[in-house]
């Protein structure tokens, strides 16, 4: 994908450092452990496809997809705090339709916390719409999908 690379094992520490940095503001809204904060990051990178946005080797974005049979789940794009309102986050959400699609999937589908509603709201201005809502036992996550051209 253009402009991003495929982690490595060695990357694992700068990428669970982002997400702690990228989500650590979620925690307060959430009033719970937002769910990437509880992944354990070298089985995400064995199991998933986790894409690196670099700049001068600083890493500001991390990009974590799971292709399925049917649809690709964005399990998480995430920004440096100081990176946010440079369009990072539109140019992974338009490299994550361009992986799907370049996997011949139609669909993208995602989820995210229920009280997280400039997230969504986020989403739902590329595109994205809900498919439902499900209880947790700790909270509630809205599931959003777009069908891809």
């Not at 702690?20 to 354990?40: F, K, S």
């Not at 789940?73 to 338009?94: F, K, Q, V, Y």
């Amino acid at each position: 994908m253009t402009g991003l690379r495929r982690a490595s094992t060695a990357d694992i520490t700068r990428v669970t450092a982002l997400q702690q940095a990228a989500y650590a503001g979620n925690r307060p809204i959430l009033g719970v452990e937002p769910l990437p904060l509880l992944a354990d990051y070298a089985d995400i990178l064995s199991s998933h496809e986790v894409w690196l946005a670099e700049r001068a080797g600083r890493l500001e974005g991390v990009l974590i997809l799971a292709p399925r049979a049917d649809d690709i789940l964005l399990w998480s794009i995430a920004t440096a705090p100081d990176a946010r309102g440079t369009g990072l986050g539109n140019r992974l959400l338009a490299a994550t339709e361009a992986r799907a699609r370049e996997l011949g999937r139609q669909c993208v589908r995602l989820y995210t916390g229920e009280k997280l509603a400039d997230n969504i709201a986020w989403y739902e201005r590329h595109g994205y719409r809900r498919e439902r809502v499900e209880q947790l036992d700790d909270r509630r996550i809205v599931h959003l999908a777009k069908h891809l051209d």
